[in-house]
């Protein structure tokens, strides 16, 4: 495997005035979508400013088949080098703006250059919801996290505690009370949103203690998450107001689960359908509502249901699949 590091600064790339495949994100989902473009002989560019997907905030991977124990950073490294090796174009550029011009796409970067395409794969995937406070950027990866079906054995016999209201805080709270020494769930309410049967089980679960109503206004710690510092609120007047009193929790590890968003703005500008959740609707084939325009990964609404990587890479094979299909058939209407 060729070693390439994702924060190096990219030279300018060099790139094609027209592409048969033209994919959007550059994880799991759109290398898997280039790697099997290019064996099928498409000319494909990958358009993505952050190489390797949101997998590769992932401490620890321990589910994808075969390759057990992988950080999420050199996970997303393979994917990358894997499209490389197939010679998949690659531009680390913003796109800014896409549309249809006849039965072809233009793509309009950031820089003002614009790729054109015969099809296009959105591989956009989702943007977690952030609480933005003091250490959380500066810990992702050393104690932050945002996937406990990812980063829970990580924590065997640790204190963690997990933030959140929903059914996806409850559910990893239970998954990390399987691993974790003592788990506390910290809401800025003192009731929920999630399920009353998934509340009914985290209380039943004797190493889950609830910390309510409390915000994090800190996440402490040196080289690793040391501590939380946390503030009280109440409700006035219908709203969450921040008392004076603070409390700080000792734990290694905090997992955020507050949601999730599609990035899926550049495929609605185009007119492709979305759920009311705004992720694009696809058929089996990876298929959108618009001829020639797929989508795979998590911003779709299948993927949305079950995020996992090895699902994500497979919708990206259907996509390509499907673009070679479509294109093949053009060919021969010719």
Do not use: W
């Not at 039965?103 to 989702?126: H, P, Q, Y």
């Not at 932050?144 to 996806?168: E, H, Q, R």
Request: glycine fraction near 8%; charged fraction near 30%.
């Amino acid at each position: 495997m060729i070693s390439v590091s994702l924060a190096t600064p990219p030279k300018e790339e060099k790139i094609k005035e027209h592409y048969d495949v033209a994919i959007i994100g550059g994880g799991p989902a759109g290398c898997s979508a280039a790697i099997y473009a290019r064996r099928f002989m498409l000319d494909v560019v990958i358009i993505s400013k952050h190489l390797g997907g949101l997998i590769t905030d992932a401490e620890m991977v321990d589910n994808y088949p075969g390759l057990p124990e992988i950080s999420g950073k050199e996970l997303g490294e393979r994917f990358v080098n894997h499209a490389k090796k197939y010679k998949a174009d690659f531009v680390e550029k913003f796109v800014t703006g896409i549309k249809k011009v006849s039965d072809e796409f233009e793509i309009k970067l950031e820089d003002g250059r614009t790729i054109k395409a015969s099809t296009v794969i959105f591989a956009t995937g989702e943007t977690h919801n952030k609480l933005g406070v003091p250490g959380e950027e500066e810990l992702t990866g050393k104690g932050v996290s945002y996937c406990a079906m990812c980063d829970a054995p990580l924590f065997k016999d640790k204190i963690v505690a997990v933030v959140g209201g929903g059914n996806t805080a409850f559910t990893d709270a239970q998954l990390l009370a399987k691993h974790a020494k003592k788990v506390y769930l910290i809401h800025r309410r003192a009731t929920f949103r999630a399920d009353p049967i998934e509340v009914e089980r985290v209380k039943a679960t004797e190493n889950i203690e609830f910390v309510i109503p409390y915000v994090v206004k800190r996440i402490i710690g040196e080289n690793k998450v040391e501590r939380l510092l946390l503030r009280k609120t109440e409700i006035k007047d219908g709203k969450i107001m921040e008392t004076d009193e603070t409390m700080e929790l000792e734990v290694d590890g905090v997992f955020i689960d507050i949601g999730l968003r599609p990035n899926s703005l550049l495929a609605q500008d185009l007119g492709v359908n979305v759920n009311e959740r705004g992720y694009i609707i696809v058929d089996e084939d990876m298929q959108t509502n618009i001829q020639g325009v797929y989508a795979a990964g998590d911003a779709t609404d299948k993927a949305s249901k079950f995020r996992q990587v090895v699902l994500a890479a497979a919708q990206g094979a259907i996509a390509a699949f499907s673009a070679y299909k479509y294109l093949k058939a053009k060919k021969t209407k010719k």
